[in-house]
Structure formats: C-alpha cells, structure tokens
C-alpha cells in the first residue's frame, strides 16, 4: 500500500471522513466501495486501509501534498457525498470537510458552489427514487 499513490490517498480521506463521527453508516459503506471499485483500487488495499483510519491531522497533511485541483475537487466533491450518505452534514464531518477545504487551498467560492451542487444532486436523487421506485 503505497501512500504516494493519489488513488490511495483518495480513498483513505474518504475512509478518514467516514469515521470522522465514530459512526460508519452502512449508506456511507456502500457508496465507498462503489467508489473504491470505480477507482479500480485492490480489495487488499482498502481493507488495510479500513483498518487504520487516519486522524484529521494525517489526512490534512496528505491533501496537503498533492497540487492537482482537478483531483481536489472532486474530492472534496467525494466528501459532500459521503457526508450526505445518511442524510446530513454531522458535525464531525462538517468539520473535516472544512479541514480539507483548508489543506486543499481551494477557495470558499470553489468549495461553496461543490458543497451545494451535490446538495441539490442528492436531493433530486432522493425525489426520483419516492417518484419512480
């Protein structure tokens, strides 16, 4: 497990953010491996990597490293998901989001507009699912 591998350091905010409120919801699960097997990352991997969430501290730093914006995005994109998974924004999560929102050195415009984006996806997926399931 190499945490040079931005893929890896992809999935372990993630994994850091799920458990961010001491709770991973069995929503946040799902949607993690959907997105880990998108990512094509081996099932070895991610399991190591369930099994030593970093800290807040950690994953700041490991955003903190990497200068691609595009990946930044859509991570923090990732993040909003994720902490909608089980309805809302916790504090915890809420709070690491901001955290990475620093580390990442994208603007509050930026993360604003991302944050509300998904908001609005999520809600609308939720209305088709009562309107079509």
Do not use: H
């Amino acid at each position: 497990m190499e945490l040079d591998d931005p893929k890896v350091i992809y999935a372990d905010i993630l994994i850091a953010l799920a458990n961010a409120d001491d709770v991973v919801d069995p929503r946040e699960r799902e949607l993690l491996d959907d997105i880990f097997a998108q990512m094509g990352l081996p099932d070895e991997t991610i399991a190591k990597l369930w099994l030593t969430p970093r800290t807040m501290d950690v994953a700041e730093a490991l955003l903190g490293d990497l200068e691609d914006e595009r990946f930044k995005r859509c991570l923090l994109k990732d993040c909003y998901l994720l902490a909608f998974a089980d309805e809302g924004i916790e504090p915890g999560e809420n709070k690491f989001i901001k955290i990475m929102q620093r580390a990442s050195g994208l603007d509050d415009d930026t993360v604003d507009a991302i944050g509300e984006w998904v908001e609005t996806a999520v809600a609308q997926q939720r209305k088709g699912a009562e309107l079509f399931e």
